[in-house]
């Protein structure tokens, strides 16, 4: 049975940071991409990190975001430095091998506010 959980969520302080955790069982993480999505209120989703060999990341996150897997533990994990109020949304992570192999968590929920 495959599963994909994410945690770490939460409320903080703009400036601060987060790290965010994606478990993973049931299918050979070292063969999927892995990403982090995330979707705010009345916005589409919007991918915001990948790791597969590489990493890559979008321009409202590159420099403050860093993706990172343990491939031993099946966890991918999203560290987030410098969080801004714009960073709030709901955070999804992404197992992906093939059109018919794509796996996504339930989301949690990061909020920055003062």
């Known amino acids: 049975q495959v599963q994909v959980v994410e945690s770490g969520g939460g409320l903080v302080q703009p400036g601060e940071s987060l790290r965010l955790s994606c478990v993973t069982s049931g299918f050979t993480f070292t063969a999927y991409r892995m990403s982090w999505y995330r979707q705010a209120p009345g916005k589409e989703r919007e991918l915001i990190a990948t790791s597969f060999g590489s990493t890559n990341y979008a321009d409202s996150v590159k420099g403050r975001f860093t993706i990172s897997r343990d491939n031993a533990k099946a966890t991918v994990y999203l560290q987030m430095n410098s969080l801004k109020a714009e960073d709030t949304a709901v955070y999804y992570c992404?197992?992906?091998?093939?059109?018919?192999?794509?796996?996504w968590g339930q989301g949690t929920q990061v909020t920055v506010s003062s």
């Open positions: 992404k197992a992906r091998h093939s059109p018919t192999e794509e796996y």
